[in-house]
């Protein structure tokens, strides 16, 4: 079962939301929204809160593919930077590699928001990278149901234990 992991900061835009709906499609497959920043205090609704605030690097070992909202300067959020900029003890730079990761651009626009930064920052730590193509939140469903799906496959050649003769 792909296990996706959804990052943001703030509140979850339409463009979260799409990802996650896309990825939701697939068949047998299990999304978690996170926050990669702690929640306003002063928040008007309970709303705000209903996501957990992705604390360390290890809380993330158990999903098969991460999949990061971008900023529209095309950055990760700073707080999630700090955690991908090194491994700890309980999850070593081993832990990411061949795990699916994507970014996309956090709010819907025209104008492409240029996420490869993010995507070398995850290709850096050993993920296989999905790239979007397009800011819209149906470019952001196709791009969900796309990492299921690269995850379904990862998953199934791993099965296989193909061994080289």
Do not use: C
């Not at 604390?55 to 999630?80: C, F, N, Q």
């Amino acid at each position: 079962m792909p296990k996706i992991l959804v990052l943001f900061a703030g509140q979850p835009t339409t463009m979260v939301n799409a990802v996650a709906d896309g990825a939701r499609s697939v068949r047998f497959s299990e999304v978690e929204l996170r926050r990669v920043d702690t929640p306003s205090p002063t928040a008007p609704d309970e709303q705000v809160n209903i996501h957990q605030t992705l604390t360390g690097i290890d809380e993330i070992t158990p999903y098969d593919a991460v999949v990061v909202a971008v900023s529209a300067d095309g950055r990760v959020h700073p707080e999630l930077s700090r955690l991908l900029a090194g491994p700890t003890e309980t999850a070593p730079r081993s832990a990411w590699q061949n795990k699916v990761g994507a970014a996309f651009p956090a709010e819907p626009g025209e104008s492409a928001v240029d996420v490869w930064p993010a995507l070398a920052t995850l290709g850096d730590i050993g993920m296989l990278v999905v790239a979007p193509y397009g800011g819209s939140a149906d470019a952001a469903r196709e791009l969900g149901a796309r990492v299921a799906q690269v995850v379904g496959w990862v998953t199934h050649a791993r099965s296989h234990h193909h061994h080289a003769h």
